[in-house]
């Protein structure tokens, strides 16, 4: 199948799995500093920007989990997609676009109010599936970001837990950005609190956090998936005429 993406070379390869096997390593050390198994974490490889051939190069080494962001993008690329990866999506979802990738994907990462989980819910109806979901939470309160503040989280897990054909099986952050290893820390222990509280509501087993910058502070504080973009596969290119793709 001839593609529109740009061809990637046998160098960017080998860069690509020379950071994987870093990147494996240095869960694996964070894992075993915090008493963890290093087979409790799942390492997403986020794909925005980048060209399926190289998306292709880390699922036959193993990463078994894409994340994907834009939902354009997303169908522009799938049909490139070795299979062996499930995908799951991560980006702010509106609610008219729902129906266009949830038979597509495992679980939506991105669940943050009430009108988005009933749209959840009703396509998911509609396709007779049940729809497993994150509920995104805005932990630094920033307000230029998606998510449902830390104090509103259980509000809104009580409602969605009453919506047909939708499962909450965890929570997603995407956390301020920092370098300061205190400030990273503290706000991925506030994110593992509000997990365990969330826990005795209903059974949940997936903490989404954690990205190139900080995964393994996350994986200290009890991550059971990452998701790394830039870190796996080189720094994004956004070329202003490509923006979609
Ligand atoms: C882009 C993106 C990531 C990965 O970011 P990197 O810093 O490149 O690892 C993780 N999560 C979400 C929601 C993203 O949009």
């Given at each position: ?46 794909t ?18 894409l994340g994907e962001n834009?939902?354009?993008?997303f ?12 995908v799951?999506f ?156």
């Open positions: 199948m001839e593609t529109e993406f740009a061809v990637c070379t046998q160098e960017q390869i080998d860069a690509m799995l020379q950071r994987l096997q870093t990147i494996r390593r240095n869960i694996a050390e964070a894992c075993n500093e915090a008493g963890r198994s290093a087979d409790e974490v799942t390492l997403m490889a986020v925005k920007t980048v060209a399926p051939d190289l998306i292709n190069a880390a699922v036959d080494a193993g990463v078994n989990v834009r939902v354009q993008e169908l522009s690329k799938k049909d490139f997609y070795r299979p062996g990866a499930e799951q991560i980006g702010h979802l509106q609610t008219n676009k729902v129906k266009q990738i949830i038979d597509k994907v495992t679980l939506i990462h991105s669940v943050d109010s009430v009108h988005l989980a009933e749209a959840v819910s009703k396509a998911a109806q509609q396709q007779g599936i049940t729809m497993p979901v994150l509920l995104e939470v805005n932990i630094g309160g920033e307000i230029s970001k998606s998510g449902t503040a830390p104090e509103a989280v259980r509000t809104l897990l009580e409602h969605v837990l009453t919506l047909p054909n939708i499962r909450v099986d965890g929570l997603m952050t995407i956390p301020p950005p920092t370098t300061d290893a205190a400030e990273q820390d503290a706000v991925f222990a506030r994110m593992q609190e509000i997990y365990q509280e969330m826990q005795k509501i209903t059974p949940m087993h997936v903490l989404s956090m954690g990205m190139s910058g900080d995964y393994a502070a996350a994986v200290r504080r009890g991550a059971t998936l990452v998701r790394i973009g830039s870190g796996l596969f080189g720094a994004r290119l956004y070329p202003p005429q490509n923006s979609v793709v």
